[in-house]
């Protein structure tokens, strides 16, 4: 079951028709920050959202929540349509928006009990988060406005998880944790994982993706560029190895996933791509002082994406003037000023 599906979901900022009175009609520059975007998340599965600063997932966030509308195509959250139904998805969800904003006049736990009765559901799991994320009493009771940054995002964290929720949306989760808080997260979301609950996980954090997440959507500028596992992903990436040699090097030509084969001052180096084995078969029998070969990151995958620099630059300029006139009157709401994230 899809607990997220978009199709061709699209939101485009500027190209008012009615400018203020008194003003001449014009066309302002139409900027894409989602483009024509079809995913969809499954039932009990910690899907990444990936993508630099700008490239569009807190726009797509908003989206699913209901707090901006689509100009083309739709999708739905927990069985209900966002355009229509977004008091029912904002109901059955936890949401972390990125760069969280309390009431500084408030407690800790006033807070947590203010943002509860918005959702107007019990909140089993506060205890146990409060205990984890190391949030005492005392400090609980202390205003928001003496919390330190990460202080402020065990909150944010506290208050989208204690309703126990079927569908988290967390947007940069782990900003101001230091690394044990990190650590902690991390093991919170594998629970809640293990216990059937699905966590839409955006960041730009690549190490921490590819901690926890079971599938990933890539995107640039607004556009879905891969969707795949993680593992996926991984097995498709370039190692690099490199072994000090104590004589000749071994004979690389032809081997299935060796490629940039280069040897110098008794080191050899090379890119070793799928499956090692015929690798350590070619090696066998060859003197080597000290063998290395890199685990494959998600980082190198994600670089591909976005080594274009030229492609990228052109991606981000304004939408040529047909588009603009296509785009002049989206088909499902007009356009708004409000600037993309």
């Known amino acids: ?49 990936l993508g630099p600063n700008g490239a569009g997932k807190t726009t797509m966030i908003r989206l699913l929540l209901g707090f901006i509308h689509p100009s083309a195509g739709g999708g739905r959250v927990l069985g209900h349509d966002i355009g229509r139904e977004s008091l029912a998805i904002r109901a059955a969800t936890g949401y972390l928006p990125g760069g969280i904003a309390l009431y500084d006049t408030l407690t800790g736990e006033q807070v947590l009990d203010y943002l509860a ?3 107007r559901r019990s909140t089993p799991l506060r205890p146990e988060l409060v205990d984890r994320l190391e949030m005492s009493r005392r ?16 909150i944010g964290i506290i208050q989208a998880l204690q309703h126990d929720p079927d569908l988290a949306i967390l947007d940069e989760p782990t900003e101001g944790l230091d690394p044990l808080m990190q650590r902690a997260f991390y093991d919170l979301l594998e629970e809640r994982r293990k216990a059937g609950r699905t966590i839409f996980f955006s960041s730009h954090v690549l190490s921490e993706v590819e ?24 097995a498709r990436r370039r190692r690099y190895v ?17 490629s940039n084969v280069r040897v110098a001052d008794g080191r050899l180096t090379c890119s070793l791509e799928g ?15 000290d063998l290395t070969i890199e685990p494959a990151r ?19 300029d304004a939408v040529p003037a047909d588009d603009q006139a296509a785009l002049a009157d989206p088909p499902v709401a007009a356009a708004t000023d409000e600037a993309p994230r």
Not at 220 to 230: D, I, K, Y
Not at 242 to 258: C, N
């Open 1 to 49: 079951m899809a607990i997220i599906a978009t199709d061709g979901l699209t939101k485009v900022y500027g190209g008012r028709r009615f400018p203020p009175h008194g003003f001449p009609p014009r066309r302002g520059e139409v900027v894409r920050a989602l483009s024509d975007l079809t995913v969809s998340v499954n039932d009990g599965e910690t899907f990444g959202f």
């Open 117 to 119: 009765r918005l959702y």
């Open 139 to 154: 400090t609980l009771r202390r205003p928001v406005r003496d919390y330190s940054r990460g202080m402020r995002q065990k």
């Open 211 to 234: 901690r926890v997440c079971d599938r990933v959507a890539i995107i640039r500028a607004g556009q879905l560029v891969a969707l795949a596992n993680v593992a996926e992903l991984l």
């Open 242 to 258: 490199e072994m000090r040699l104590v004589d000749a090097p071994p004979v690389l030509d032809g081997v299935a996933g060796v």
């Open 275 to 289: 499956d090692v084995r015929p690798f350590l078969a070619a090696i066998h029998g060859t003197a080597i002082t």
């Open 298 to 316: 998600l980082e190198e995958a994600f670089l591909e994406y976005y080594a274009d620099e030229d492609v990228a630059e052109a991606e981000r």
